[in-house]
């Protein structure tokens, strides 16, 4: 047996951020029960999440959501491992990920973290193609060397040394149905367009036009998603929508910031009167 197997693993804390996860966390958690440690940060949830939690992590946080990012980088903040797995409600720690993540750390090379590939499963089957596969993600780094980065909704782990990859997956159960993907966009498209407005980003008619079917064939031809059946061409047409709606609420924000009446001092001073009365 090498040296390097019989090294002892440094300690590895998995944080987790949820909000009525109720169908996923169980799994999610119990995929992650050879963690020395689990947070889970809780950000309201009206369901049974936060019994479910209670019954697996070693601490269930609660914290009012700020957003992506932010509630992301505050529970990697209450981590106390040497390395931390950060993982979403509706992922799970495959077995050869957790052989693969071992391995690594015990090697005690020279990289601060560790991209996975995230496979998902959707409409009934593991999708393979259409950029969904391998969607390398970076989820395991050492403590203080990392922090969650990117435009809220689409965060991103950024390290600030050299990441390797671990030939392995983090499997993804990402929507139940149709009708949840659907609303995952509509959430996300809104989120977006908000974040674009307040940067003073400016609605392209051209743009509009042109993108939408430029990401249906990117991801259906050039990444191969009519190799998924059905579900891949489902893929390609949702993520060609979202595009197109994301310029749709950046247009509307726009016409109604642009022609939102400018109400006189006191005809405002009138209205935070008359709201203070409600």
């Not at 965060?155 to 390797?164: C, N």
């Not at 609303?183 to 003073?200: K, N």
């Amino acid at each position: 047996m090498s040296s390097a197997a019989e090294a002892p693993r440094p300690k590895l804390s998995a944080a987790v951020i949820c909000a009525d996860e109720e169908r996923n966390l169980g799994a999610c958690l119990e995929s992650l029960a050879w963690c020395d440690e689990i947070v889970v940060v809780d950000s309201g949830s009206r369901d049974g999440s936060v019994e479910i939690a209670r019954k697996h992590a070693t601490r269930v946080l609660h914290h009012a959501w700020p957003g992506y990012v932010a509630q992301k980088n505050w529970a990697l903040e209450q981590t106390t491992g040497d390395w931390v797995l950060c993982v979403d409600a509706d992922e799970r720690c495959s077995s050869a990920l957790r052989a693969a993540i071992e391995t690594a750390l015990r090697a005690a090379g020279p990289e601060v973290g560790f991209e996975v590939r995230r496979h998902v499963f959707y409409l009934g089957r593991w999708i393979d193609h259409g950029g969904w596969y391998p969607d390398w993600k970076l989820r395991l780094v050492r403590r203080g060397r990392a922090r969650w980065g990117g435009v809220d909704p689409h965060d991103k782990l950024i390290a600030d040394g050299p990441v390797g990859r671990l030939d392995a997956d983090l499997v993804h159960f990402t929507y139940a149905d149709f009708a949840a993907h659907l609303r995952t966009l509509q959430r996300f498209s809104d989120v977006v367009a908000e974040v674009q407005l307040r940067e003073g980003r400016q609605f392209s008619l051209w743009r509009a036009i042109i993108h939408p079917p430029a990401k249906f064939f990117e991801c259906y031809v050039w990444k191969r998603g009519l190799l998924d059946g059905w579900p891949g061409f489902v893929i390609a047409a949702t993520s060609s929508f979202y595009v197109f709606a994301k310029y749709v609420k950046l247009w509307e924000r726009t016409e109604q910031h642009a022609t939102s009446p400018r109400s006189e001092p006191q005809a405002s001073g009138d209205v935070h009167q008359a709201r203070g009365r409600q």
